[in-house]
């Protein structure tokens, strides 16, 4: 056997590592680029959610907003907007001298729903009067519930004779109403309402709350069913 050349061995050797290391090297690049179309292909998604949620935040942003200002059982504005509605409009009323009324109505004898036939039916009267009220009032009227059995309708441009008109409709409206829950018949319904206006009864339109409050009190121990105007 001829002896074998240990220089040539050295070279077999030195090949097959240099094969394997370009081998090693090949899979590597291979997995880097496939790796990088990866992660090319996740920021382009990426991306493109951001963008999408970036499109979606203003309609988030705006209904987050309704969702605050509505009451959720009627549907009506809430508290909250009329308070901050009420701020708006008196200093609008007072810097222009126009007139601003508003009509706080409160449902009669609400608790007997509740006490005789479940709150779930003490709802379906509210959520019917808030309709009735919402369709009866013209566009420029503002109807809101102010918590409980209670709303107000906030009437700007209009003097106390223009809302006592409108408000003598509703009552003859609601007379003839009742509402249906599972078997049971609820009403008909009747309101108390009081009535305040600016200029008429107060030198601040902020004060409208606490006269309309005292003639809807009025109303409601003069026997309800009525509708009394601040004097």
Known sequence: MAPVDPGLDTARHGRGAL???LAIAGIS????????????????????????????????????????????????????????????????????????????????????????????AGDTVLSGVASCLAQHFREADVVCRLGGEEFAVLLSDADADAARGRVDALMARLAGTVYHYREATLGPISVSCGIASYP????????????????????????????????
């Open 29 to 120: 690049l291979a997995d880097y680029a496939r790796t990088q179309q990866a992660l090319k292909r996740l920021n382009q998604r990426l991306e493109q959610e951001v963008a999408e949620r970036t499109d979606q935040l203003p309609r988030l942003v705006k209904r987050l907003e309704i969702y605050s200002y509505t009451d959720t059982l009627t549907g009506l504005h809430n508290r909250r907007y009329f308070d901050e509605l009420l701020a708006h409009e008196a200093a609008q009323a007072k810097r222009h001298g126009h007139a601003l009324t508003l009509v706080m109505i409160d449902i009669d004898h609400f608790k007997h729903f509740n006490d005789d036939f479940g709150h779930e």
């Open 200 to 231: 008429s009864h107060a030198d601040e339109p902020q004060a409208l709350i606490g006269l309309a409050d005292k003639a809807l009190y009025a109303a409601k121990h003069g026997g309800r069913t009525r509708t009394h105007v601040y004097a």
């Open 19 to 21: 094969a394997f290391t």
